[in-house]
């Protein structure tokens, strides 16, 4: 099943809660025909649906917390799959959120060949947060919630990004600069692929 994501060329996307991850993608997308698999949207669409499994999914991101591995990946999966003859390459944009979701990735679909790593200040992300949060109609974009997202970004997320650094393969790319500053860096670290 996974035969068609043989070759895929796969970016991982990595960073706190409003670094500027998914705008960033959206660039990347129009300037080199990736497709954007954000593990969040995929979550609200699931939620949006209004199954049952969406109704338990959205109790647990109502409380910041992770969503089963297994979920999330079977969900990313089905969606590379759908997209494998048009797709130049897949941004996996806020995924692996933990180390262990890396490997089972990589067991269950392929090997990234860049890991992009969106930084920003926790003062940058929340304020960036908390407007986003006053359009967004994100039930997780409130203060509270904010906070939470934080610690665990700092916690589990930050390990992941250790993990690929002993492969060579991590760009940090600085995001506290206006987003075409930010990208041009990003376009650097994509065009450095072969
Ligand atoms: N470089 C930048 N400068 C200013 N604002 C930015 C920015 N990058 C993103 N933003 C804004 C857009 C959003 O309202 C908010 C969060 O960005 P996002 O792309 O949704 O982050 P993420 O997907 O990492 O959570 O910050
Ligand atoms: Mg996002």
Redo the contacts with the bound molecule.
């Keep these: 099943m996974s035969d068609k994501l043989k070759d895929a060329k796969i970016i991982f996307v990595v ?12 660039k990347v997308v129009a300037k080199y025909g990736y497709t954007h698999l ?1 593990s ?1 949207d995929l979550l609200r669409a699931e939620v949006g649906s209004g199954s049952e499994r969406g109704k338990q999914l959205s109790a647990i991101m109502q409380r910041g917390e992770l969503v089963p591995l297994d979920t999330v990946l079977d969900m990313i999966k089905e969606a590379m799959i759908a997209k494998a003859d048009v797709s130049k390459g897949y941004l996996i ?2 995924y692996p959120r933990e180390v262990k979701q890396g490997e089972e990735f990589e067991k269950k679909i392929g090997a990234p060949s860049l890991l992009l790593y ?1 930084d ?1 200040k926790a003062e ?2 929340v304020s ?2 908390m ?2 949060g006053e359009t ?1 109609g994100r039930a997780d974009d409130n203060e509270e919630t904010i906070k939470k997202r934080l610690d665990l970004y700092y916690k589990a997320t930050e390990p992941v990004i250790a993990f690929y650094e002993g492969r060579g393969i991590v760009r940090k790319i600085d ?5 075409d ?2 990208f041009s860096n990003v376009a650097k670290a994509i065009d450095g692929l072969k």
Excluded: Y
């Design positions: 960073g706190g809660p409003g670094s500027g991850k998914g705008t960033q993608c959206e954000s969040g944009d806020g969106i920003a940058t992300m960036r947060l407007k986003r967004s995001s506290e600069g206006a987003v500053v930010v």
